[in-house]
């Protein structure tokens, strides 16, 4: 039985060699891509969330200078976006009653990746490597509902008499700027794998990310961003 497995694993050691050495590749290329973002955070300071999908689209050229290793340098623009659970209220009395829910985190960033691959047989490629980020923009969008009142102008009242004016309803989305509570640089270890078929190529690749993504005032938060790319793209061979 182990003379068989051994057998079995020369064989395949030997398919996959002859079947690098008949592969046709090109030293330098370029690849346009864009595909999927499924993106998270996570740590002791991150709000409870849940993934939603995104976008994202870029350039990577590639030097592979042997059959076996290649580098990739890339420039994509990605968006990401996150879902949070909960709500805050605003009551003020008979005055006004406002609560804010289903928020939706979304960030723009440009993100740069520099790839180590490793080509295991012809069309697959594992990959991982660096890619340093900067924050473009991060809005928070969220459903703004509830009411208030309107008392006549110049009038004198108490919290009893706002309760016998008409409340106007508000049930809208509304939405808010914060950047400046976010880092506006991260680092990311990608790890993924690459198939090509007719220099169409098929990228999968998950984030970890290193550094924290959001602070409170001057205070650094426990939040790490966590994404998953999924791209589509066509190599150009130069």
Known sequence: MKRIILSLFALVATGAATAQQQEEYSRWSVTPKAGLTVATVVGDDAQENSSSMAWAAGLEASLRPGRLLSF?????????????????????????????????????????????GLHVMPGLTLKAGVQPSLLMSATSKYHFAGF?????????????????????PVDREEKAGIKSQMYDFDICIPIGASY??????????????????????DKKQDVNRRYLLLTLGYRFNL
């Open 148 to 168: 208030y009142v309107e008392p006549p102008l110049n009038a004198i009242y108490t919290d009893a008499d706002l309760a016998n004016l008409p409340k106007i």
């Open 196 to 217: 090509e078929w007719h220099n169409i190529v098929f990228d999968a690749r998950y984030h970890f990310g290193l550094l924290s993504v959001a602070k409170d005032g």
């Open 72 to 116: 990739d340098f890339g420039m994509f623009y990605t968006r990401d976006r996150i879902k949070e659970e909960g709500q805050i209220n605003y009551p003020n009395g008979n005055q006004f009653n406002f609560t804010a829910s289903h928020f939706r985190l979304v960030t723009e960033r440009l993100d740069m990746p520099l790839l180590l």
